[in-house]
């Protein structure tokens, strides 16, 4: 990859560990952290955003090349990997560190997303109104070191089997028809 020509999209979509993964698999994404943006306290900590009291959500934020994928296919797996009609949550994840979010960096970056949430709202995707939060991007926290690819290291941990693992493998089986995964990384 040309890292000259990278660009970063942050966005929330549920819980970190499912979105890191998946995104990492793709090609043309050299990275993808998960961490915390939207709140309103430096250095939050798992637990503190957890509680909720934070304002953060949980996110993750993908540097990719935009000449292997663009900007539109990563929306398109954003919302496939996540219910943008929850408010506050994913399934069993309830709070507002589990919302549907984008951060944008500046106008046009915030028209795409517009565009973006449009298009898959008309798809037909997910029943009923896209709640997908659009947020001037401030500052992206990393989270703790164990969060990054937690599912790699921990495939039978309880939440990991039932919820992420499944959701991976759905996810795999759509985006390798299309062509989008990287095998190196798999």
Same mark, same amino acid.
């Given at each position: 990859?040309?890292?000259?020509?990278? =660009?970063?999209?942050?966005?929330?979509?549920?819980?970190?560990?499912?979105?890191?993964?998946?995104?990492?698999? &793709?090609?043309? !994404?050299?990275? =993808?952290?998960?961490?915390?943006?939207?709140?309103?306290?430096?250095?939050?900590?798992? *637990?503190?955003?957890?509680?909720? #009291?934070?304002?953060?959500? *949980?996110? !993750?934020?993908?540097?990719?090349?935009?000449?292997?994928?663009?900007?539109?296919?990563?929306?398109? !797996?954003?919302?496939?990997?996540?219910?943008?009609?929850? &408010? #506050? %949550?994913?399934? #069993?994840?309830?709070?507002?560190?589990?919302?549907?979010?984008?951060? /944008?960096?500046?106008?046009?970056?915030? =028209?795409? =997303?517009?565009?973006?949430?449009?298009?898959?709202?008309?798809?037909? %995707?997910?029943?009923?109104?896209y709640v997908t939060e659009l947020t001037q991007f401030e500052k992206f926290?990393?989270? +703790?070191?164990?969060?990054?690819? /937690?599912?790699?290291? #921990?495939?039978?941990?309880?939440?990991?089997?039932?919820?992420?693992?499944?959701?991976?493998?759905?996810?795999?089986?759509?985006? +390798?028809?299309?062509?989008? &995964?990287?095998?190196?990384?798999?």
């Amino acid at each position: 990859m040309d890292n000259n020509n990278l =660009a970063q999209i942050t966005f929330g979509g549920g819980c970190f560990w499912c979105v890191e993964s998946c995104f990492n698999m &793709l090609n043309g !994404v050299e990275s =993808a952290i998960s961490g915390y943006s939207g709140g309103h306290k430096d250095n939050p900590t798992y *637990e503190e955003v957890c509680n909720g #009291n934070t304002g953060h959500a *949980e996110v !993750v934020q993908i540097t990719y090349d935009p000449k292997i994928i663009s900007y539109e296919q990563l929306m398109d !797996v954003f919302f496939f990997l996540h219910d943008p009609t929850q &408010l #506050n %949550r994913q399934g #069993n994840d309830v709070g507002t560190q589990y919302r549907s979010v984008i951060f /944008y960096k500046d106008d046009a970056e915030k =028209a795409d =997303a517009e565009a973006a949430i449009k298009k898959s709202e008309e798809s037909g %995707r997910w029943s009923g109104k896209y709640v997908t939060e659009l947020t001037q991007f401030e500052k992206f926290w990393p989270a +703790e070191q164990y969060h990054q690819g /937690y599912y790699n290291v #921990n495939p039978n941990q309880p939440y990991c089997s039932a919820v992420v693992g499944p959701k991976i493998q759905k996810f795999k089986k759509h985006y +390798e028809e299309l062509g989008m &995964l990287d095998h190196a990384k798999i």
